[in-house]
């Protein structure tokens, strides 16, 4: 029942911005961070995944990205992901917008995709600000714990955003505009506990929540559906029939 009345929200409230968060990815196989089973139950995000951390020790730092990059390489989008893309191409929605650093919303085939949180697609210089591609990054950490910057010889560092850096400017200024201009917000697998992308939905006419668990803005939300991402974005496809 939720689901059709999420597939008409959709489309009656267009243009539908989407605001994904880890949840997508939990179906791909990928954990997320703060539930009790995440990553940061593990370890202490200020030790291996902030830009203080980093600057004391990046050889650390990189031993933790890069078994994060080896995970998130192998892992294949799930029925989430191609659901997005799939109403992308129908024009139902227009954008989607996630703190997730994985690509795996490109490589279902979405065309639109604003990463505030950066990816793991690349590696920045610190330096002189070089962008260097996953694959260079890779072939380097077989042979030093870090890897350095092919034009200036700076250190390299992960392309996703750590505790204690600003996001993206121009990610965000895009992700807030969108917002802003969408009829429904659609957040899909987050909790919205970080914040700024946290206020995005407040920014909308409207929005609706597709999570497993409370968010911090579920009383304020046209609809919660309180179920995974996969089987729900499904069920709206189904919803919507052919077309
Ligand atoms: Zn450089």
Redesign the pocket.
């Known amino acids: 029942m939720s689901a059709v009345a999420l597939a008409a929200l959709i489309v009656e409230r267009q243009p539908c911005v989407v605001l994904t968060g880890a949840g997508v990815s939990t179906e791909s196989g990928i954990p997320d961070f703060r539930s009790p089973t995440g990553i940061w139950a593990e370890v202490d995000p200020f030790e291996v995944a902030s830009i203080q951390a980093f600057r004391r020790d990046p050889a650390r730092v990189w031993r933790f990205y890069s078994q994060r990059i080896d995970l998130l390489r192998s892992a294949e989008p799930n029925a989430a992901h191609v659901a997005l893309a799939d109403l992308e191409r129908r024009g139902l929605v227009e954008a989607v917008v996630t703190q997730n650093i994985d690509t795996l919303h490109t490589r279902a085939g979405s065309r639109d995709v604003v990463e505030v949180h950066g990816s793991i697609r690349s590696a920045q210089?610190l330096?002189?600000?070089?962008t260097e591609p996953a694959e260079g990054v890779l072939v380097q950490l077989e042979e030093n714990d870090v890897p350095s910057?092919p034009?200036?010889?700076?250190v390299l560092k992960p392309g996703v955003v750590m505790f204690g850096e600003l996001l993206p400017a121009d990610a965000m200024e895009r992700a807030t505009r969108l917002a802003r201009g969408a009829g429904l917000l659609l957040v899909v697998g987050s909790s919205l506990e970080v914040w700024p992308v946290a206020g995005l939905p407040l920014e909308a006419r409207s929005f609706a929540i597709v999570n497993r668990g409370p968010t911090a803005l579920d009383d304020e939300a046209e609809l919660k559906v309180d179920a995974g991402a996969g089987e729900t974005l499904s069920a709206v496809l189904e919803a919507l029939g052919d077309g």
Do not use: F, Q, S, V
């Not at 330096?127 to 070089?130: M, N």
């Open positions: 210089c330096g002189c600000l070089w910057c034009r200036c010889g700076e």
